[in-house]
């Protein structure tokens, strides 16, 4: 996995080392959502089809992704263009996504990258770890361009989702990233 310090170690004091404990910690909160995640989708869409998966991922991914938080480890999803506000990128994310993007244009394979960074009060220090999401092919049923989205899922996508971004990817598409943080033990 790619790491990367600049940022991290521009304010005054060094960040400590994620230890292998945690990082094996935040490894595995990334293996099991995705693969969680995935499967209810693609369970919803060969049951109901894409309104189906919609009705689902908007009733049901974002507490299925909660659980995977726990014990001073938060899991969750960031688009590069959301549907859901509750999966705007912060500041970090943002600029993690913008690397995998830049990594993606120049044709080489993007890689999670994890780096310790200040919490975000500032009061100490969190591994965070982000693991791209490439669009699938499947996908673009509910993320390709307006018209490839079958209408009923587009409408049921509007009416929940007023402000939807999420559109226009192609399959191959940086789509977002699984994001991890987990608090660091304080340094004594």
């Known amino acids: 996995s790619g790491v990367l310090t600049g940022a991290a170690c521009a304010r005054t004091a060094v960040p400590p080392v994620a230890d292998a404990g945690t990082i094996a910690r935040a490894q595995a909160a990334a293996d099991s959502l995705g693969p969680d995640l995935m499967g ?11 309104e189906s998966a919609v009705a689902v991922c908007a009733d049901s991914a974002q507490a299925r992704t909660a659980r995977h938080s726990h014990d001073g480890l938060v899991v969750r999803r960031v688009g590069t263009r959301v ?12 600029r993690l996504l ?5 990594e993606q244009d120049a044709g080489r394979p ?3 990258v994890t780096e310790v960074t200040r919490t975000t009060d500032g009061a100490g220090w969190e591994l965070r770890l982000m693991r791209p999401v490439v669009l699938l092919d499947r996908c673009t049923t ?7 989205i079958p209408p009923a899922a ?13 559109v226009g990817y192609a399959a ?8 991890v943080r987990v608090t660091m033990p304080a340094v004594r």
């Open 98 to 102: 913008a690397h995998f993007q830049a």
């Open 172 to 179: 191959g598409d940086l789509r977002g990233a699984v994001s």
């Open 142 to 148: 509910c993320h390709g361009s307006v018209d490839q």
């Open 83 to 94: 549907r859901n506000p509750a999966n705007a990128p912060d500041a970090v994310e943002r």
């Open 40 to 50: 209810m989708l693609l369970r919803e869409l060969e049951r109901g089809g894409p």
């Open 110 to 112: 993007m890689q999670q």
């Open 154 to 166: 587009r409408a049921l996508i509007t009416a929940r989702y007023p402000e939807d971004q999420a």
